[in-house]
């Protein structure tokens, strides 16, 4: 019998019960997610993958989708297709030249709908988007071995009728039945469970930036009627239909250029091959300057227009002059929508980032000035629109129930502390919203940079405990071990969002990150955790305590003989033995709770380094009289 509870818990669905996924069908890339008791998650495919470009190739007998297609694009620009998106539903006039794009030739089609003309062959955006959505109904099924025919499915806010008609066609065509659009905008708030502890209204703005399009959109969200479902209304949206990180590359390819020494103009004369290395090479470049400071490339070009070895350095304030007015358009989009919807930035709750390009850190901090809030970046910023799709059909599917929504804090949230012990910031059942902050040091003198990882769970050990993510507070001036004073904030919000802030003061350094703790866990596996948590209580305080006694004794130690060391001379000697007694008594202690913390007597180790505590107070004095003697000389 227990066998089969802990089977049922493992795989929450059942094999003949086919779920029903959530696609993001985007411009540039698509995903499928799917939501189960640990929440929404993104499927990846063999190869690790998690995000699908949204580019086909239509070879003779075969048909490639994905990253290879979008890779090999620029060498075979007359039989691929990308960002077939732009075209669903709507009227070849409607389109123009404005979809003529990468080599691809837009043509009228059945009832003069904008259709795709590769080499004799016509094919509808519908046909195009249905070789990705066939291709993301595989991967869940290999992933959740079962057959998947039923899919919430994402389009943006100011599709029209037509456009998500085509939609779902586009879905029919690959085996899909629809189960409902969804607004993308509405999916991002759903994937953070905003509105599902409120009773009250709220105003979220979600900014979405991609690979090709901008879109800023107001939502309202009505508190919940029936538990499951809140109402949520979008009150405006705005934005730019050529406006995403395919132009940031373009701006950096252009730089590439003029640092090859030609005009942008050039471009067109170069070989499609080196186009498609350049293009690359600033995707990378970009990418890399979201985490770094500065970007190196080293490019080797062969062309007959253009045969250079590039070695070149960017920087990212080189970057953010380059994108700056693209930045500033997004932002003049944020003050129409509100305009739009009559309502002042002030009055917004939440801000939702959304699609990769809001990755650039300059795009994040536009938008914080803006809006004067921290947005909401926990979940991946290409893949919450996937799992808000798959959060909206778990509620069509009924199995919403299992998900944990809950007005306290589920497990108790901490940090890792020196030594492999957990400090608990926020305890189990607090109720949300909750704040609460510790400071913490450095370990080693001279430290510049700290690890800070943040843990879930009751037990008193990092190996017992759930790991939710690391990050670094780094460029701390160098100072001794323990003087740095880093102060750690964690605020779990109405959401249930944990922002943690960690600030040194003396330099006011700060690094901050967020998490939605309650993903990942099943409430079956947060009974076995308090479970867990009072078995082993015992043991564990004492396990934290001797590594606690550790830590202390260790700093107690390296500091008292740096002192014996400089005034040895100045001390009575029989002092001098009975302290290097007690100290070598405490190291011994260290070096045993170090071999084995589980049988170290903890009342001795703690007896043991108060009296090497209480005895060095005459060296402490001698060591102060020594300086100040010092400072008169
Ligand atoms: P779409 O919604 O149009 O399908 P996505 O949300 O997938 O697009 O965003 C794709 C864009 O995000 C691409 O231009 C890609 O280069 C950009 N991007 C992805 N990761 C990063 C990053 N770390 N830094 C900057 N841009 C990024
Ligand atoms: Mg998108």
């Known amino acids: 019998m227990a066998e089969d509870t802990n089977a049922s818990s493992d795989h929450p669905h059942s094999p003949t019960v086919s779920p029903t996924v959530g696609i993001d069908l985007g411009t540039t890339n698509s995903l499928v997610a799917v939501c189960d008791q640990r929440g929404p998650r993104i499927i990846e495919d063999d190869q690790g993958q998690r995000l699908l470009p949204s580019v086909v190739r239509f070879d003779d007998d075969d048909v490639l989708v994905g990253r290879r297609a979008r890779d090999e694009a620029v060498l075979h620009p007359e039989i691929t297709v990308s960002s077939a998106k732009r075209l669903m539903g709507r009227s070849a006039d409607e389109v123009g030249d404005a979809a003529n794009f990468r080599g691809a030739q837009?043509?009228?089609?059945?009832?003069?709908?904008?259709?795709?003309?590769?080499?004799?062959?016509?094919?509808?955006?519908?046909?195009?988007?249905?070789?990705?959505?066939?291709?993301?109904?595989?991967?869940?099924?290999?992933?959740?071995?079962?057959?998947?025919?039923?899919?919430?499915?994402?389009?943006?806010?100011?599709?029209?009728?037509?456009?998500?008609?085509?939609?779902?066609?586009?879905?029919?065509?690959?085996?899909?039945?629809?189960?409902?659009?969804?607004?993308?905008?509405?999916?991002?708030?759903?994937?953070?469970?905003?509105?599902?502890?409120?009773?009250?209204?709220?105003?979220?703005?979600?900014f979405d930036l991609g690979g090709g399009t901008f879109d800023v959109s107001l939502l309202q969200l009505l508190p919940a009627e029936d538990e499951m479902e809140a109402l949520c209304e979008v009150l405006a949206t705005a934005g730019d239909t050529a406006l995403g990180g395919d132009d940031f590359d373009q701006l950096l390819a252009d730089h590439i250029l003029n640092a090859a020494g030609l005009e942008s103009e050039a471009w067109a004369q170069l070989a499609a091959q080196t186009r498609q290395a350049i293009m690359q090479c600033a995707r990378r470049v970009k990418e890399h300057l979201s985490e770094h400071p500065v970007a190196r490339l080293a490019l080797d070009i062969e062309d007959p227009a253009l045969a250079t070895v590039l070695d070149l350095e960017i920087s990212r304030?080189?970057?953010?002059?380059?994108?700056?007015?693209?930045?500033?358009?997004?932002?003049?989009?944020?003050?129409?929508?509100?305009?739009?919807?009559?309502?002042?930035?002030?009055?917004?709750?939440?801000?939702?980032?959304?699609?990769?390009?809001?990755r650039v850190p300059a795009v994040r901090s536009a938008v914080r000035e803006f809006f004067g809030a921290e947005p909401y970046v926990a979940l991946d910023p290409d893949e919450v629109v996937a799992m808000g799709a798959a959060v909206q059909a778990s509620i069509l599917d009924g199995t919403r129930s299992d998900l944990l929504l809950l007005d306290v804090i589920p497990l108790s949230l901490g940090l890792e502390t020196v030594g492999g012990a957990v400090a608990k910031l926020l305890v189990r059942n607090a109720s949300i919203p909750a704040r609460a902050s510790e400071r913490f040091s450095t370990s080693v003198d001279g430290q510049t940079s700290v690890r800070l990882q943040v843990l879930q769970g009751e037990r008193e050990l990092v190996e017992d405990c759930r790991s939710l993510g690391t990050f670094h507070l780094s460029g701390i001036p160098p100072m001794p071990a323990g003087i740095p004073k880093i102060e750690v904030d964690f605020i779990v919000d109405a959401d249930g969002v944990l922002s943690v802030h960690a600030v040194e003061s003396r330099s006011g350094r700060r690094a901050s990150t967020q998490f939605v703790p309650s993903y990942g866990l099943t409430n079956d596996e947060v009974e076995q955790i308090e479970a867990d948590s009072f078995t082993h209580a015992r043991s564990d305080l004492h396990a934290h305590r001797v590594i606690d006694l550790r830590v202390n004794a260790g700093l107690d130690v390296k500091w008292i003989k740096e002192a014996l060391a400089r005034v040895r001379g100045d001390l009575d000697p029989t002092y001098v033995t009975e302290l290097e007694a007690d100290i070598r008594a405490l190291e011994e202690l260290i070096e045993e709770a170090g071999r084995n913390p589980s049988t170290v007597d903890a009342d001795a180790f703690q007896a043991a380094k108060e009296r090497l505590d209480r005895d060095s107070i005459r060296l402490h004095e001698e060591s102060i009289a020594a300086s100040l003697r010092a400072d008169q000389d």
């Open 106 to 206: 837009v043509v009228p089609g059945p009832r003069g709908l904008a259709s795709i003309k590769l080499g004799t062959r016509v094919l509808t955006p519908q046909e195009v988007s249905a070789h990705v959505l066939a291709r993301l109904r595989r991967l869940a099924e290999d992933e959740l071995g079962t057959p998947v025919s039923r899919a919430v499915i994402t389009v943006p806010a100011y599709f029209d009728d037509a456009q998500r008609t085509a939609t779902r066609d586009a879905a029919r065509l690959a085996g899909l039945q629809t189960a409902r659009i969804v607004n993308e905008p509405t999916a991002a708030a759903l994937a953070y469970g905003l509105g599902n502890r409120s009773d009250e209204e709220r105003a979220v703005v979600v």
């Open 317 to 358: 304030e080189q970057f953010e002059s380059m994108i700056e007015s693209l930045v500033r358009r997004t932002i003049e989009c944020c003050a129409q929508v509100l305009q739009d919807g009559g309502v002042e930035a002030e009055a917004i709750d939440r801000v939702v980032l959304v699609g990769g390009s809001t």
